[in-house]
């Protein structure tokens, strides 16, 4: 015998003192009468099990866990730690059995989540979509019961189901505000982008997450989401509102900046690229991404000595970036080469050739995206004088983001 199958077998025998199921947990027919149910009697000797199953003192736990059954078989909590002892005991199909009888008894959700957890466990997927099914049938809290199945078909990369499943939750319950974003997650990855945009539209506008979103990160952080699936959808005029919408709301924001000026690279736009892409850089001056764009900004503006000083600069902070050496290179020599700049764009940042070929033909107004001269100054000044405060709260011991005030 091995080692580990040696272990294993002194691990199991720990348990020997497991009993038969059914001389734990009554049979249908010798369950007690409801005046002869002891709640109180059984909180307490849950609560001695709990601490016994804690300090890994099994026999102990067993002990007290069987009298919290037979005090009230109605109560679920027992249950599950009466069936993890079988299984620490390698008894696997005995606890399903265990299981099976306190959905019968109880119908607790947290009963089928571990029978499902050990369904999982054991490959056995279709019963777990069957312990789901039959939940959703039988409870009252149905979106429960559509919550975890669309979770689980999640986990098994059943996109389309776990898509309807989560659906069906958030119909039955609104108020389940998780599964908002959820479903933003999966429409957003199954490229159903103008679903995403719906249902983040829905999040900010049911009641039940209106204190979630008074503070201004969590409301940026969704406005600035569906400025990004606009992006993707390649409707900059469409996502520029919800880009300046959420600066309003938290000025700094680098990735905001980005998008902005991604808008305008993409489209031709420089000048109005230039204006974001420098405030970007503003709030990370060590960013590889944003030095890149800078750089391939001025390489198209044809200004190759300022593209040279920005390639210059990455390498300060990472010199072994493929083909940085080749393009400086080439503006020292006075033959820049557009097929590197490509090349570095392609592999250090979000945007592609590909994305300035196709922009090319875009008709979009870049000064939407962008500021006037006295716009970006101010902006560029509040960003300082927030660094300073920023500078000033972790000299005092405390640092924290950075908000637009709100409105008097």
């Known amino acids: 015998m091995s080692l580990f199958k040696m272990l294993d077998s002194m691990r199991g025998q720990k348990f020997n003192f497991l ?10 027919a010798n369950l007690p009468a409801q005046d002869k149910i002891d709640v ?26 069987k009298d919290a059954i037979k005090c009230n078989y109605k ?10 002892l079988f299984l620490k005991g390698k008894k696997v199909y005995e606890a399903q059995l265990i299981l099976k009888k306190a959905i019968e008894y109880t ?37 429960q019961g559509y919550f975890r199945l669309a979770n689980f078909y999640l986990e098994q990369r059943e996109l389309p189901l776990s898509i309807q499943s989560f659906e069906k939750a958030l119909e039955l319950d609104p108020t389940n505000i998780p599964i908002f974003e959820k479903l933003a997650e999966l429409y957003e990855f199954t490229e159903d982008f103008r679903s995403a945009i719906k249902i983040l539209h829905k999040y900010m506008e049911a009641p039940e997450a209106s204190v979630y979103f008074r503070t201004h990160i969590n409301l940026s952080r969704i406005i600035k989401r569906i400025g990004n699936l606009y992006f993707r959808l390649r409707e900059f005029d469409n996502a520029v509102p919800y880009y300046k919408k959420a600066l309003d709301l938290i000025f700094n924001d680098f990735e905001v900046y980005m998008k902005l000026g991604d808008m305008c690279l993409i489209t031709r736009n420089l000048d109005y690229a230039k204006t974001n892409y420098q405030i970007a850089f503003q709030l990370k001056d060590d960013d590889i991404e ?32 493929m083909n940085i050496h080749s393009i400086l290179k080439s503006i020292a020599e006075g033959k820049p080469d557009r097929q590197l700049m ?22 979009f107004n870049g000064s939407m995206a962008s500021f006037s001269e006295s716009e970006a100054k101010a902006i560029s000044e509040k960003i300082a004088r927030a660094e300073e405060e920023k500078k000033k709260q972790e000299m005092e011991g405390g640092a924290g983001a950075v908000e637009a005030p709100d409105e008097p």
Not at 40 to 65: K, M, P, R, V
Request: glycine fraction near 6%; aromatic fraction near 14%.
């Open 19 to 28: 009993e038969r199921v059914s001389s734990i947990v009554p049979a249908q």
């Open 40 to 65: 109180h009697g059984a909180d307490s000797n849950y609560t001695l099990a709990s601490n016994f199953y804690a300090n890994e003192e099994w026999e102990q736990c067993y002990a007290y866990i």
């Open 75 to 84: 109560f679920a909590a027992p249950y599950v730690i009466l069936a993890d």
């Open 107 to 143: 119908g607790n959700i947290s009963v089928h989540d571990k029978l499902a957890e050990i369904y999982r466990e054991q490959g056995m997927f279709d019963k777990v979509v069957t312990l789901w099914t039959e939940y959703i049938f039988a409870s009252p809290r149905k979106a």
């Open 290 to 321: 944003i030095m890149v764009k800078l750089g391939t900004l001025y390489f198209l503006k044809g200004e190759y000595e300022k593209s040279k000083g920005f390639y210059s600069n990455i390498i300060k902070f990472c010199s072994t970036i």
């Open 342 to 363: 490509s090349d570095i764009l392609d592999e250090n940042t979000d945007l592609s050739v590909q994305d300035l070929r196709e922009g090319a033909s875009m008709n």
